[in-house]
């Protein structure tokens, strides 16, 4: 049974000034997308690697991506849709049959290790679905149109779900399907499994894991690598 990691990075990054769009964007030296596919190429249980980019950024993507720093296992370039599911869903398209296990991963998560990518395919194989995540820290209140306080929600019981979210490839084709065919779209991809019956397991992810959507997040990704590096001239 072959794993498979489709990395969508087809989005349009309108929060980010400027012409370059955030996956393409240098974080310390290297393309945050780079920094994000280093992980996956690096794990051996990763065969190989689809990355879905806009129609616009594939001649690119090989250009200035995959070529200059050697990703063999990137096998395909995809064109994504109009929204991250019709990007998922072509990546999940592009799948040779011989794949059992999928890894959806965020082009612009570059902070994800690969104890994370590979826990999560190893608990996949297991239980059909897994999503990495972190607890909650604040409190969390249901707010009403109103902009009122309707309650204060149980902290306890709350996460923060991240990327990877890793699937057996029959049951996440079958969420897709279900979900096209409802026309549902899910705020990520195991929310379509959810709502077939097959229960989404938590895999505890780290704080560090982010998402870069607004350049405040690439100031706090900077902050990061500095930290990074602190601790590791400090280490004994």
Do not use: C
């Not at 309650?151 to 996460?159: E, M, V």
């Amino acid at each position: 049974m072959k794993t498979a990691a489709i990395i969508v990075s087809a989005g349009k990054g309108h929060r980010f000034p400027g012409e370059k769009k955030k996956q393409f964007l240098y974080l310390a030296g290297k393309p945050i997308l780079s920094r994000t596919l280093d992980s996956f190429e690096a794990s051996p249980l990763i065969d190989f690697i689809h990355l879905v980019v806009g129609h616009e950024d594939m001649d690119y993507a090989m250009g200035e991506i995959v070529d200059p720093y050697g990703y063999r296992k990137v096998s395909r370039i995809v064109p994504g849709g109009e929204l991250r599911q019709d990007s998922v869903r072509k990546g999940i398209d592009s799948l040779p049959p011989e794949v059992g296990i999928v890894a959806i991963h965020d082009g612009v998560r570059p902070f994800v290790t690969r104890e994370m990518i590979e826990g999560s395919i190893q608990r996949a194989r297991q239980v059909k679905a897994v999503v990495v995540a972190v607890p909650v820290k604040e409190t969390i209140k249901l707010v009403g149109t109103d902009q009122a306080v309707v309650r204060t929600l149980d902290r306890a019981s709350l996460w923060q779900i991240q990327t990877p979210q890793t699937f057996q490839l029959d049951v996440f084709r079958e969420a897709l399907r279900k979900a096209t065919e409802d026309g549902f779209i899910g705020t990520d991809d195991a929310s379509l499994v959810e709502r077939i019956g097959v229960k989404v397991y938590i895999l505890q992810g780290s704080y560090s894991n982010i998402k870069i959507t607004t350049p405040e997040d690439l100031v706090f990704a900077y902050n990061l690598m500095d930290a990074e590096k602190s601790v590791r001239r400090e280490a004994p």
